[in-house]
């Protein structure tokens, strides 16, 4: 009877098959599911792409490891919905090419800090955190400040982005370098160009309190603020099941 | 090392270096000025080297084919001195770390040393560098000795070896630039991944030429630990790191998944490089030198049989019980639940399989601390597995998440699991390697056993406190029913913890440390006076009795 | 092509994966505990304890 298992022992291709085949059903049951999921995630039609800034923010958001200590992901539990806003909904990070939902909460969860503080706030508090949290851990982010931002290839990285699926129209993508700065420059004459391709809503301001020159610190502060309002779906799903109960 | 290989291999040596030097140039130059540039320059210069240490000795004359009557055990013998340097480097950052989060301050406001930038590199440096090294290094003992058949040549070993240690470097000098994909325990970019798939593709190739040499048509279980634990994690390191990089002169990608799809492939890899880097291969190490130490047979084949494929089964759905409460779907939180808690079964019954080994050789177990390294080990295996599904219990993960507990019960499996089967495989196979009868001090072993036991258990311990506290504080109500604690005041009463916890991660340092004097120390002796070598002669000639034995 | 939709996966994910775990479980403890792969299993545990003298060929 066992004559099967013989032979799966005395070659090892077909014991290498027999690993391959019980350890890959479980992962293929579990995640083949997820890969029609757009049939459950919710709808947001009014979701919008992150600006070239934004995204360079987030970049260097993962470039300096700030989601070992952050999470982007507010759980359907009471306590977190209290502290920091509605749970976080799948939609919302539809176009995060890797999440960065996190696992550890050294500091609090940032899925809703965009509008939360000033920009003013984060630029002191990156430049030196425990100067306005005197208890804080936080290593203090010196560099951003006088960091000019790599710009000229920012078009490159929405190309890569639409391949992996994120809607960058090729204006967007032509007009990356120009962008970034018309975001950081209010006053300038390529202001206009980001509202008109990313939404009236997007943030345009010096956000590291400085025109001209865009820093790294712009980029990141960008990007802290927009944080959770990508889309208002989660506060519609709030106000929604309120209204139920 | 070049002198073990023969002309050809020395010549497809060279061929390899030249044509990975020549790849680094290449990216060197499409990434001028940016971090890929960097890498390129470290390859194309670490290639290079190679081709002229091989060069320096291409002259010395061929191996005889005497070779072929012993075991090749010089890959093995480097993988062991290079583990444990990768422990001291990546143990001694995780303390960093540790006190960083005690004392903030200690950055100099260096970006390569701030908290984010270290913390992978101490996570790398621990499971790839000392963990995979580890496994390499005992995977060709165990494979060899128990197939009782040499390894099939001498170059795809060193291949292996060198090449899964650049793959580190290139991980860990990475996180130091700034260059991460963020994925945890993924965090390399798309160039060190492929040249992973190529090293590890080797490695799983050897293995197979290896046991297929062997006589005996069954497969002695250590080694279908070592199979699934090369093959599953070939499978989950190439389906995770799909990505779609900038261009071929930026070291940045961008993942092939989003959002919900991306969180369950990182974690469905995340909780699988626990299963089958962290426990299958360790397992491996555990069935054959706690046996062979204990000089015992395993108490009972059968049931490290099943264990084993209750463990290649059921893993694969666990990990989504890192994502409970979230917003993946609710089905899939439950699924992974309830194979965690069935997970406890066969993990269960390695850990009792292991002690019960033990039964009637606790006299060993007292006087012996290579072996007792061992029986800890299997103790916290137990524990970590117990807690491990205890945690993925919905309910009780809304507490233990995100808070510092998942720190405790990943370092109760780190340092209580695999580093101590580590120490105890490393002290039971560096005599028999070197061909001593005993290590150089058996009472330096003596000490690192007691530091890296009580390390852990102050490791261990601040973090439970200090995770239940945070996250019992995160979610106390005043009377009125709104929050009574700040997150702040919870970072706050965190402080003493994090003072505990980075001392007991120093008493483990100093531990790994003096392990590695008393390696070194075995070493040098052993070059000093060459014990007569009686051991490694084919079975037909005359000498039955005359194997090494570990008699420490 | 049949249409894998969500819904249909979602099911198939649910009942095939029970069926397999049992079927899979049954027969790993039959073929560890069938009699006659006693001795082989035996011989293979104690196969560990003495093996440094080098390949067999």
Known sequence: ?245 | ?552 | MIDLDHDILVAFAKSFGLFYLMALSIGVVVYACWPSNKKRFERAARSVLDDEEGPWR
């Open chain 1, 1 to 245: 009877m066992f004559g099967f298992h013989y032979k799966l022992e005395r070659h090892t291709i077909p014991f290498v098959l027999a690993i391959i085949f019980v350890a890959g059903i479980g992962g293929i049951v579990e995640i083949a599911p997820l890969f029609t999921i757009g049939e459950t995630v919710e709808e947001a039609p009014d979701m919008r792409v992150y600006t070239p800034l934004e995204l360079a923010g987030r970049n260097i958001y993962i470039r300096e490891g700030c989601y070992a200590c952050h999470s982007q992901m507010i759980r359907t539990l009471r306590d977190e919905v209290e502290r920091y806003g509605p749970y976080s909904l799948a939609v919302e990070s539809q176009y995060d090419h890797p999440m960065l939902w996190g696992s550890k909460r050294t500091g609090p969860d940032l899925a809703r800090v965009g509008g939360k503080y000033s920009d003013a706030w984060h630029v002191a508090h990156l430049d030196d955190p425990r100067s306005v949290v005197p208890q804080s851990v936080m290593p203090a982010y010196t560099w951003l400040d006088d960091t000019q931002l790599v710009t000229e290839d920012l078009g490159q990285h929405l190309a890569a982005m639409r391949r992996v699926g994120v809607p960058y129209t090729d204006k967007m993508i032509a007009n990356a370098a120009a962008d970034v700065y018309g975001q950081a420059n209010p006053d300038s004459d390529r202001a206009s160009g980001v509202a008109e391709r990313y939404g009236e809503e997007t943030n345009v301001r010096a956000f590291d309190g400085e025109p001209g020159p865009v820093t790294e610190m712009d980029a990141l502060v960008a990007y802290l603020q927009i944080l959770g309002r990508l889309t208002d779906a989660a506060h519609e799903q709030q106000a929604l099941e309120g209204d139920l109960r």
């Open chain 2, 1 to 552: 090392m070049v002198a073990g290989l023969t002309k050809g291999e020395r010549q497809f040596a060279i061929v390899i270096s030249v044509v990975l030097a020549l790849c680094g140039l290449f990216l060197a130059g499409a990434g001028h000025q940016r971090p890929l540039g960097v890498h390129g320059l470290l390859i194309a210069f670490l290639g290079i080297a190679t081709v002229f240490v091989v060069l320096s000795g291409y002259i010395a004359p061929e191996p005889s084919e005497e070779r072929l009557s012993s075991y090749y055990d010089d890959p093995s013998k480097a993988g062991i001195i290079i583990a444990m340097i990768w422990a001291i480097f990546a143990m001694f950052i995780g303390d960093w770390v540790a006190w960083l989060l005690a004392y903030p301050e200690m950055t100099f406001d260096a970006a390569w040393a701030s908290f984010g930038r270290l913390r992978p590199v101490h996570t790398t440096g621990v499971i790839f560098g000392f963990g995979g090294n580890a496994l390499i290094a005992t995977s060709f003992h165990v494979m060899q000795r128990t197939c009782r058949a040499r390894m099939p040549d001498q170059l795809s070993p060193w291949f292996v070896l060198l090449g899964y240690n650049l793959f580190c470097i290139l991980a860990v000098s990475g996180y130091f630039i700034g260059v991460t994909q963020s994925k945890e325990y993924a965090e390399p970019e798309w160039y060190a991944d492929i040249w992973l798939v190529i090293v590890w593709v080797t490695y799983f190739v050897l293995y197979l030429r290896t046991l297929a040499r062997r006589q005996e048509p069954h497969i002695y279980v250590a080694n279908w630990y070592y199979l699934a634990f090369i093959l599953v994690v070939a499978v989950l390191h190439i389906v995770n790191n799909l990505a779609v990089p900038v261009s071929l002169g930026h070291a940045k990608s961008y993942s092939a998944f989003s959002g919900v799809q991306d969180a369950m492939t990182q974690w469905w890899y995340g909780h699988n490089a626990v299963a089958f880097f962290l426990t299958a291969g360790f397992l491996g190490m555990l069935y054959y030198y706690l046996p062979k130490r204990a000089e015992r047979p395993i108490f009972s084949y059968r049931l490290s049989i099943i264990s084993f494929w209750g463990i290649t089964f059921l893993y694969m759905w666990a990990g989504s019980h890192h994502l409970h409460y979230t917003a993946l779907p609710h089905w899939v939180q439950t699924l992974g639940m309830t194979f965690s808690v069935m997970l406890l079964v066969p993990s269960w019954a390695s850990a009792g399989n292991a002690l019960l080994t033990l039964n009637g050789a606790w006299h060993r177990v007292r006087d012996d601390a290579t072996l007792r390294f061992m029986m800890v080990a299997a103790v916290f295996y137990g524990i970590s597995t117990f807690e491990g599904s205890f945690l993925a219990i919905r309910p009780v993960n809304s507490l233990s998440h995100y808070t510092d507990w998942t720190v405790g019960h990943v370092h109760a499996g780190a340092l209580g699991w695999v580093a101590f089967i580590t120490f105890g495989s490393i002290y039971a196979v560096v005599p028999i390697l070197w061909k001593r009868e005993r290590m150089y001090s058996a009472r330096l072993v003596e000490v690192h056993f007691w530091l890296a036991l009580a390390g852990t258990l102050i490791y261990v311990f601040a973090m439970w406190n200090s995770g239940i506290i945070q996250g019992l504080m995160w979610r106390t109500y005043t009377e009125s029913g709104t929050l009574a604690y700040s997150f702040i005041d919870s970072l706050v009463a965190m402080h003493p913890y994090y003072v505990a916890r980075a001392i007991g991660g120093l008493l483990f340092l100093i531990g790994a440390a003096i392990g590695f004097y008393n390696i070194w120390m075995t070493v040098r002796t052993a070059r000093e006076e060459p014990l007569e070598p009686v051991a490694d002669r084919p079975i037909a000639s005359d000498t039955p009795a005359g194997a090494v034995q570990p008699g420490e």
